[in-house]
């Protein structure tokens, strides 16, 4: 499904250039429950975010559903995130002036899915993550933890073909975060949404299928549990 | 040091009153390190600003070194913050157009100290956090982890009376998580710095020599080990 070849991104901004990627090759099946997990620093968001065409590679390629994502133009591009990937973002990225609902709506009307619809996913996803009663508190209303599962609702909501979450637990207490989990792979399990997180929270490594580890931009170990 | 008497905080903007801090009394002696803990949305970043004074509360008093906090004027409570508390962020809130090391430098060049010292100060904490060779990063430019360390140097190198960490380890890995643990017990120890941080994470309430644990913004426990 996901076939990275050969990808590096190099910062230039420092004394010495950082290799944030360093010449990595991965692939990804449909239906994966991967953890990307390294020290901070290690690269794990630079990953994401060039496997979910937000950054552009220094080199290499990456391939999904044999596109070449690097030859989409920028229109294309978003539109392929639109209708496949949901993401997660580590700071969240929530739109402070609309409430927790219509962040999460947001998205579905981009899609172009009904209002009936899109508000009944949202009240759906919002509640499986313990929101209930806060639908409409905007961001700055809503605790740290409380704003992240309004990311990962939102990220949910598209009902896309695969999820990169950077860190979806950072900011949870340990009930919250395997509730979270649950639903994941339960998304996982029934539509088949294929999920690669990065994460440093040892519960969530717990639950993955397969955890590669980066260390200063390069894969370390890459390990399927069976 | 630190006592706070019936302390209550509610929000009346949600259909149903929220209660973040529900009278809540408890004290603190110098020295101490003590982590307060509960669920996501329980009342833990409230709690920490009202100490800080960065909110008033409802009712309730906070009595720091004996001066009950709310009395003091609004530029009485910014000295007094300035030179007595130091406080890491949850969102870690440094200024996106300076560096890590000038984000670092500058509450110690609001309390008049000499350049010289700054620089040196500055250089010696971002070192001890990991992040030698990114001193001249602006935070865009480092990933969420290394923010989460310039915002902890940040807070300790006016060497506050008293440390505030709203959730210092939240995007780092264990190996960095330990380093900071280390370095807040040395100072702890070395300058007798009140250490009072919010945490989810284990490895923290590990190290820590007294747990608090909010739910629905209550005490509902509070354990000193020895
Ligand atoms: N402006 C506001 N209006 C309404 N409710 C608010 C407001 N600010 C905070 N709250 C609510 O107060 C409660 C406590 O929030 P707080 O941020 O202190 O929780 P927390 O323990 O720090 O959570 P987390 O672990 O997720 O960071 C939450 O339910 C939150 O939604
Ligand atoms: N614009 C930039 N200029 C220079 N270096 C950068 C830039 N953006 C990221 N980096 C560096 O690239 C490296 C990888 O960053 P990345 O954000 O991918 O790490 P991470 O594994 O997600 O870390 P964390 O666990 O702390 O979130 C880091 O050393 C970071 O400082
Ligand atoms: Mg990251
Ligand atoms: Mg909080």
Redesign the pocket.
Known sequence: LIKISNLTKT?N??AVP?H??NNVSLSFEKSEFAAIV??????????LNLIGGLDTPTSGKIIIDQTDIATLSESAMIDYRLHHIGFVF?AYNLIPVLTARENVEFIMLLQGISKQERRERAEELLTSVGLEGRFDSRPSQLSGGQQQRVAVARALASRPNFVLA??PTANLDSHSAEALLDLMEALNQKYEMTFIF?T?DSRVMKRAHRIIT?VD?RVDKDETKK
């Open positions: 910062y901004s420092t950082v944030a990627v390294g020290p901070s620093g290690s690269g794990k968001t630079t990953l580590q950077d860190e990065s440093h980066l931009g």
